[in-house]
């Protein structure tokens, strides 16, 4: 079993700042790829922002300058500080991680894709 837990969504004015978390837990033997992706209402999920273990990070165009993702391998979690948030961050955020399997089939270790349960992110004009 591998789960993600994540938090920290909620309410707040445009503007405002919040900080999503959301840890990895289960059996694994690595994570690679960590994400957070939003589905607004009548729209298609999107990415938002991933970052691999190294550290290198990618963002969607509409986030860029405002929206940081970073991740303690440590502690397997990943974060994602929203600042100056508008109406149309408004969503569902999705944490996204791409496990590596901790057993071993034929001498490869398989990737698995993995979605938290999505936290509310409400942006109120």
């Known amino acids: 079993q591998v789960q993600l837990v994540e938090s920290g969504g909620g309410l707040v004015q445009a503007g405002g700042s919040l900080r999503l978390s959301c840890a990895a837990s289960g059996n694994f033997f690595s994570v690679n790829l960590m994400g957070w992706y939003r589905q607004a209402p009548g729209k298609q999920r999107e990415l938002v922002a991933t970052?691999?273990?190294?550290?290198?990070?990618n963002y969607a165009d509409s986030v860029k300058g405002r929206f940081t993702i970073s991740r303690d391998n440590a502690k397997n979690t990943v974060y994602l500080q929203m600042n100056s948030l508008k109406a149309d961050d408004t969503g569902v955020y999705y944490c996204?991680?791409?496990?590596?399997?901790?057993?071993?089939?034929?001498?490869?270790?398989?990737?698995?894709?993995?979605w938290g349960q999505g936290t509310q992110v409400t942006v109120s004009s």
């Open positions: 996204y991680a791409q496990f590596v399997s901790s057993t071993v089939v034929s001498g490869i270790r398989r990737t698995y894709d993995y």
């Open positions: 970052v691999t273990r190294g550290g290198s990070t």
